[in-house]
């Protein structure tokens, strides 16, 4: 059953490891059927070289295992929380790829620097509030989940396709699996070049509304010009 | 027609990707032939992993396309300002290679602080003004063009085959598009030594006249030794 | 004898070239079988490449060679005294990888920056005291090993399976060679993104207890339930 | 003639490319035969990937070419200058690999920050004077030499095998070809190393006599224990 959407999310895991934003085990990605009501996620702490399709595990959107021998990652309640709130959404990946997380570490949004930035995201990368103790103890991941949102409450998560858990690291996501999985290869990159642009002017301002709008918007949304047009 | 070109323009486009300075469909190269009044250039948003020569754009001087399917790269007429304007050139290469590009969102531009620099900048490496708000909003990427021109006032493009946007990314050129290439890998390896320098010697300054002379004419003008002569 | 041994005692020997932690014969792996009281170690100056496992040294508890034409690593007797130490461990990992012996070299412990760090050592990776000059003089690999025993008497060496020797470089440890060169990978890992965090935001602290608690024990401890459970 | 000495010597260049401290054709290696009076080196601006046995460039020790189709490296008298200095040594090497390079652009000796520099290098690299206008012009290449060799005055070679030449990058040197090739590896490693190291702890001093005296001697001289013995 789901053999699709099994198979997209598994593809979509091993990326992670090709595109080197994981190591061992570390980050998971899932991908949700809405028609169907099926969310599809990464085992937990199993290595990217030994997944395949028949390992990922398909829930409910209850929360309830349908199909798989093995438990589903341990962040799949942060994973629920975002479906049920981004309506738009339907794909969902979380690294700790070092440049995005060192922001995240340091507590700090990433600043929109430059082009790069403004091609993919619709200003800067927001970070979440830290989680308070009483929040840790007690489901911890479904919490991490509504932090996001909170912080979401001002954004567009379709103009915005990352955010970072402070103290933590970046969740991505996009229309599918694969698209979060390319999202978070753009936020590592963008996270990196924010990082040297600082060391080589630690006063740099952000770009402008004009250069921030022209770049996303000739990219994304009616009047796009980027690529080869709406088929795409 | 124009398959020599066409297949240049390919082959540069694709050793981007080789090289290690763009991702997914970013960045971009062109060829020109002047006798023929024709340019070729990578179509917009298409993956490396996908472009075959076939793919493509030709294009007549007025900015016609002359041949191919696909929607040119959107940088086209920036491409278009640098052919017009320096005589030289024969190939174009636009990335957002990390250092580079760190460097082009600083605003600042790459001074010329060892003989690596010198053997191939003959000087620090031009920053762009940035572009102001409407000549954003209308005609953007001409405008990214006539910025960079209006740069090289004083500059020649011979002997300073790159420029940074501000808030950008590199453009390099040269005598075919694979040398554009050539010139951007080596770029990015003197912006990255150029970051390293500072971080260990915050104060250090540019070399002497004397040794970027010795060096860069070594390798560039009548009286170069490097190398194996004129006809290489 | 102790094929088995050796045999994985060789293959983490390896493991540390292929994860890129070590270059030319710089580095090395033991291995303990408590109940044989044997010690399985690589030999001194032996390039990754030329490594098989009839070239690991093998020496019993009183540091007598039992099998192998070669000298074993110079580094044995700081082995040997944590093997008598830490009770609970069965392999030791040494490398000069850069990022971790960076802060080694630095002199300052890592601090826990983030849930990356957590999930794998229970606090800032400690460093130890600096190694007074007659200790250096004479007995100097073990008087290494006896800087560390001091550095951890009030740390329990199976929630914190990582030590940087000051001016020197780390040491990890786990139940078998190849845990302690995993261990070892992620200690380079975390020291990485520790690195950019701080210069990110040099003022960051350190996580809560309460983030530190929840990482490390749901991957450790009775309560854990990241992972597939006991049996991994 | 000299077929073994071409082939070490070309073979030491190529595996300049394969450690990732050259890009085209920069840098390069040489070898001398002292008995015969011949020095092989790399012929100029020629890329690594054409490069073979036989077009490497054989002199003699007035700076005749004896056989080679080719010129010499521009770097030739350089090489000379050392050659007839520093009577221990058999192979030199040129790169501008990217932290050694950083070091040597910011005019600054490397300092020994830890034990992986002092396996190695018995004290501080140190860094040339930079080079007087009148000196640039005329025979360039070969006053960058006698600046490395006032520079040693000091110093043994055989103890110090590196140099940076101030505001260009650095020298390495050893008993053939290939082991000024293995220097620069292990030059590059420490000066990515120091850097990393200062940018954690900016005051960081170096290491203690003590500490310097037992890692160098312990590898080199007399006394060494580390690795197999003196057959090595």
């Known amino acids: 059953m789901h053999e699709e959407l099994k198979k997209a999310v ?3 895991n091993i990326e992670l490891q090709r595109k080197k934003l994981v190591i061992y085990s570390w980050g998971n990605v899932s991908g949700i059927d809405r028609s169907a009501g099926i969310v599809a996620i990464k085992p937990s702490g199993v290595s990217y ?3 395949t399709a028949d390992k990922i595990v398909l829930l409910d959107l209850a929360g309830k295992i349908v199909e798989g021998q093995l438990r589903p990652s341990s962040d799949t309640p942060t994973h629920f929380e975002l479906y049920r709130n981004f309506d738009s959404i339907a794909g969902i990946c979380h690294t700790h790829s070092v440049n995005a997380t060192a922001w995240a570490q340091a507590c700090r949004e990433i600043p929109c620097l430059g082009t790069t930035h ?3 995201f619709y200003g800067p990368i927001p970070v979440t509030e830290p989680i308070a103790p009483d929040e840790i103890k007690n489901d911890y991941e479904l919490n991490t989940g509504k932090a996001i949102i909170k ?4 954004i567009n ?3 915005m396709p990352a955010v970072l858990v402070a103290n933590h690291g970046p969740f991505t996501w996009g229309n599918s699996a694969g698209e979060a999985v390319e999202t978070m ?3 590592e990159e963008i996270a990196g070049l924010a990082l040297k642009t600082l060391v080589i002017n630690p006063k740099q301002k952000q770009i402008s509304k004009a250069l921030l709008d022209k770049h996303y918007l000739r ?3 009616e009047s796009a010009y980027y690529g080869q047009g709406p088929e795409e």
């Open 10 to 12: 598994c593809d979509a």
């Open 49 to 51: 070289d030994d997944l």
């Open 118 to 120: 403004a091609d993919n």
């Open 151 to 154: 912080r979401f409450v001002d």
């Open 157 to 159: 998560p379709a103009q």
């Open 185 to 187: 290869v753009i936020l």
């Open 219 to 221: 990219k994304h949304g």
